[in-house]
């Protein structure tokens, strides 16, 4: 029967064969740096290529070089490469560290890149769109997978967004991922109803997030038809990606934020919209209320039966004025005719007399006709008046539905303020009363078909 090793046993094993390697010992590695930590005096860090990748440590040099390197810097470092059991991996134990250039390939891959697409306008500020305030439909271009992807639908969750959310997977990080990331761009505008669109990952390595600084996922943001927010990394994380959005977010979460608006501020601005509404109401409440008082006041302060009498009397007064104008016109005819009458008689002109004669017949059918007419108009007149006034009285006013409504006092109610619930109120109809309880009361009219 085969015996079997312990983990310890073959990790010890592994140790002394890498020990035993003399090119292991003092070896020279150059590298690009990724990760770089400073824990107290201790470094950690690792070494990347294009290919591979190496963890490091620089015991007790932390206070040294902390400030002295940093993220993307290509480096030389000289040390042993040993096998650290507690993790089962081997790392290199650096003794000497020295740079190799001021910034690493990759930071000047993207200084270049930069400078190349500011150049042709593609960060330009009079490009960026603006972003819908509530947006309806938002697309989202990350993996399914991805823990932002989740931090995206929390965050718009909990703003109460209501808002259609599509997902556009994609890888975020690899060597495909650019390509991936170019075509979710594509296939999210192929989607008409898209009010925006987001792309976004979860924080990493310049190395992870490397994919969005390439130049057809660039060109592929600029070229898109919705407009691009962007949520890559961290706050201290900065893209190309980013500088071609019209929106720069720090997070996945802050992107999700910046497109829709809290529900305190939804709130806040209904509240105001509702205010103004009311505010305008009232004011039209206030003023019908004020013409319905004043016509009312109008019909108490004046006695319809009065005023028609007041007119009756004006009427006949100006109806005895013209009989006696008119009588005093036939008096001053027939003196006039008299005296023409006498004068004939003493000429003896016969045909005069009949001409006379016919002429006062005339004038006096053309008196008493114009005294009819005159008489026949203030007549209609006073019939008019006479039916209007009718029509305002109390009693006909009710007979079209309205009621005059008094308290227990007889007080005549004209505002709903005057009572409250549970009141007792006298209803007066043009042929009645009927006693009634207040049950319910509110302001304006209210729709009761």
């Known amino acids: 029967m ?65 400030d002295i390197y940093d993220e993307g810097m290509l480096v030389d470092v000289e040390g042993d490469i040993r096998v650290y059991a507690k993790r089962g991996v081997y790392q290199l134990y650096v003794r000497r560290m020295q740079k190799k250039s001021t910034i690493g390939e990759l930071y000047e891959r993207f200084e270049r890149l930069k400078r190349q697409l500011e150049r042709e306008g593609i960060f330009a500020v009079e490009r960026k769109r603006s972003i819908p305030y509530m947006p309806k439909n938002i697309g989202v271009v990350t993996s399914r997978d991805a823990a932002a992807f989740q931090d995206i639908l929390r965050s718009l969750s909990e703003r109460g967004s209501g808002a259609n959310v599509y997902l556009f997977h994609s890888a975020v990080q690899g060597d495909m991922a650019k390509y991936e990331i170019v075509d979710a761009i594509r296939r999210a505008n192929a989607y008409s109803n898209l009010d925006v669109l987001i792309l976004a990952r979860g924080g990493g390595s310049i190395e992870d997030l490397w994919p969005f600084n390439e130049e057809i996922v660039v060109r592929a943001i600029s070229s898109s038809n919705i407009p691009v927010v962007t949520g890559i ?11 071609a959005a019209d929106k720069r977010c720090h997070t996945p979460t802050e992107a999700a934020e910046c497109i829709t608006p809290k529900r305190t501020e939804l709130m806040g601005i209904i509240d105001m919209k509702m205010n103004a509404i009311n505010n305008v109401m009232n004011r039209r409440i206030d003023a019908i209320e004020q013409y319905i008082k004043g016509r009312f006041d109008k019909l108490i302060r004046f006695d319809p039966l009065l005023i028609l009498k007041h007119r009756e009397q004006i009427l006949n007064e100006n109806i005895q004025r013209l009989k006696k104008a008119a009588a005093n016109m036939l008096a001053m005819r027939e003196t006039m005719l008299s005296t023409q009458g006498i004068r004939l008689v003493s000429a003896s002109p016969i045909h005069r007399l009949i001409t006379i004669e016919t002429d006062i017949l005339r004038i006096k059918k053309g008196l008493v006709k114009a005294i009819e007419d005159i008489l026949s108009k203030r007549i209609g007149l006073m019939e008019k008046a006479e039916a209007e006034l009718n029509a305002l009285k109390p009693g006909n006013v009710m007979k079209r539905g309205y009621a005059m409504v008094r308290d227990a006092s007889g007080k005549i109610i004209s505002t709903v303020n005057a009572v409250e619930v549970g009141d007792m109120v006298d209803v007066g109809l043009y042929d009645g009363h009927f006693d009634s309880e207040v049950k319910e009361k509110w302001y304006g009219r209210k729709e009761v078909f």
């Not at 990394?233 to 500088?243: F, K, M, R, V």
Request: hydrophobic residues 35%; proline residues 3%.
């Open 2 to 66: 085969t015996d079997f090793f312990t983990v310890s046993q073959v990790t010890k094993h592994i140790s002394m064969l890498i020990d035993s390697d003399k090119t292991l010992k003092g070896i020279r590695v150059r590298g690009e740096i990724s990760g770089w930590s400073v824990r107290g005096p201790h470094v950690y860090f690792g070494l990347k290529d294009e290919n591979a990748y190496i963890s490091c440590v620089y015991f007790g040099m932390g206070p040294y070089v902390k």
């Open 233 to 243: 990394g961290h706050e201290t994380d900065i893209t190309l990606s980013d500088l």
